[in-house]
């Protein structure tokens, strides 16, 4: 018997009911995503708050990235979750993850910026 008022439905309606221990792994691994989205929008208000880098403009720059890959993150993580739910229960592999590299991308260009802002008089 399905419960009609889950959501979203496209996901609970396809398929059958996979084994508990997956999708709550599912969901930590979801709730991972979401820890990691709010140390983006932390490390974004902790840059403006102590005013790092100097440069006014960087440290703008570098306060919405962070902001706008929180966001992402945020965005993608329940996308991932969902497509991982699904495939749980059609019983088909799970799909590959598309986060990981937006993420690390992102990071490394922020780290670079911030070092060099740091090292540049």
Wanted: hydrophobic letters at 55%; glycine letters at 4%.
């Amino acid at each position: 018997m399905t419960d009609d008022r889950r959501w979203p439905r496209s996901v609970y309606e396809s398929g059958s009911e996979p084994d508990p221990r997956f999708t709550f792994a599912n969901e930590r691994t979801f709730l991972a995503w979401i820890r990691t989205a709010l140390a983006l929008l932390a490390a974004g208000i902790a840059l403006e708050a102590l005013e790092i880098p100097d440069h006014r403009a960087l440290r703008l720059v570098l306060v919405v990235s962070l902001a706008l890959l929180g966001a992402a993150c945020s965005v993608m993580a329940f996308a991932r979750w969902a497509r991982a739910e699904k495939a749980l229960r059609e019983s088909r592999p799970l799909p590959s993850p598309s986060l990981a590299p937006v993420l690390a991308f992102g990071l490394a260009v922020a780290a670079i910026v911030i070092v060099v802002a740091l090292v540049a008089p």
